[in-house]
Nanobody
């Protein structure tokens, strides 16, 4: 069982940066792929970034590529999402998620079993 708690959301202006963090309570955090999803009002939840259990590979959706950076710190059981050059269309609830690495495609939204409660990010124009 993995429990995830996100933090770092807030209200910012377009062009600003924000850093989201996710703290995981897992005995073997390093055995999990980690992902960040977001859900805008009236839209489906989408995978925007993910990192493999060993940190070797990273996935970014086209909408955030070149602006967002995912990282993990296995010593602290945390995964972070550095969000730069934010746009109003980045406004959404952001969710951290975990997927056990065995046989799972880290870039597949369906791979993720555990979810945080979400943190709101609002970007004003």
């Amino acid at each position: 069982q993995v429990q995830l708690v996100e933090s770092g959301g807030g209200l910012v202006q377009a062009g600003d940066s924000l850093r989201l963090s996710c703290a995981a309570s897992a005995r073997t955090f390093s055995n999990y792929h980690m992902g960040w999803f977001r859900q805008a009002p009236g839209k489906e939840r989408v995978l925007i970034s993910a990192i493999t259990w060993n940190g070797y590979m990273r996935y970014y959706a086209d909408s955030v590529k070149g602006r967002f950076i995912i990282s993990r710190d296995d010593a602290k059981n945390t995964v972070s999402l550095q969000m730069n050059t934010l746009k109003p269309e980045d406004t959404a609830v952001y969710f951290c998620a975990a997927a056990y690495y065995g046989g799972r495609d880290y870039a597949s939204p369906g791979a993720y079993d555990y979810w945080g409660q979400g943190t709101q990010v609002t970007v004003s124009s």
